[in-house]
């Protein structure tokens, strides 16, 4: 059983430009929620989605989207980068939306100049 | 979700059980207790969860006091490979709802 996989391990950007992280879901896990990790912090919940659909948000601006594919592979897109999205991305993938066990890649290290 | 308070940080000799405690006085009595662990360089890796009653798998156990208000997780025999952030989370086990609210957790260090 593969695990979740995230592409790229680290990537350098300059503010104002546009990043996409890709993630792809365990093996037979539906749902998908991505999470942003600053330096010395926990992971900050950014959004879920389940069955190709956004059902849930955290706090974070609307330059911030994501897709989920038919295969249930998953995108974060992050527009007009700042210097404060410099962060660890962390994807986790579970069975089902809700559900008490989430595995997470081992994230996309993004820093942004 | 309830917020929930851990030490920063705590050291444990390996082979010894290492008790990491975790308050939440303001849990809501349909809100669980997850434990996560983050290994350096890794994402978070789920380690047990429980409502009131004691927990045990092959990681860990999760001792749940009787009022709910505070709970501790145990690794029996610790090994250096234990040696991670620890994240205690109080959340509704809601149909639909992924997000885990993370605090910053309990840094552990496991001395050979």
């Known amino acids: 059983e593969t695990g979740v996989t995230q592409s790229p391990t680290h990537l350098i950007k300059t503010r104002g430009q546009q990043v996409t992280l890709r993630c792809s879901s365990q093996s037979g896990h539906n749902t998908v929620s991505w999470y942003q990790q600053a330096l010395g912090q926990g992971p900050q919940f950014i959004f879920q989605?389940?069955?190709?659909?956004?059902?849930g948000r955290g706090n974070f601006p609307p330059r911030f989207s994501g897709l989920q594919f038919p295969n249930y592979s998953s995108e974060l897109n992050v527009n007009a980068l700042e210097l404060d999205d410099s962060a660890l991305y962390l994807c986790a993938s579970s069975l089902v939306a809700g559900a008490d066990t989430q595995y997470f890649g081992p994230g996309t290290r993004l820093t942004v100049l | 979700d309830a917020k929930t308070t851990q030490p920063t940080s705590m050291d444990c000799a390996e082979g010894r059980a290492a008790n990491l405690p975790c308050n939440h006085s303001t849990i809501s009595g349909n809100e669980y207790v997850y434990w996560y662990r983050q290994i350096h360089s890794q994402g978070p890796q789920y380690i047990i969860h429980?409502?009131?009653n004691n927990e045990t798998n092959e990681m860990a156990s999760l001792i749940i006091t009787e009022d709910r208000k505070s709970s501790t997780l145990i690794l029996p025999h610790a090994t250096l490979r234990d040696t991670a952030v620890y994240y205690c989370?109080?959340?509704?086990?809601?149909?639909?709802?992924?997000?885990?609210?993370f605090g910053t957790g309990t840094r552990l260090t496991v001395i050979p």
């Open positions: 429980g409502l009131k």
């Open positions: 989370i109080v959340r509704v086990r809601r149909s639909g709802a992924n997000n885990l609210f």
């Open positions: 989605y389940y069955r190709e659909e956004e059902n």
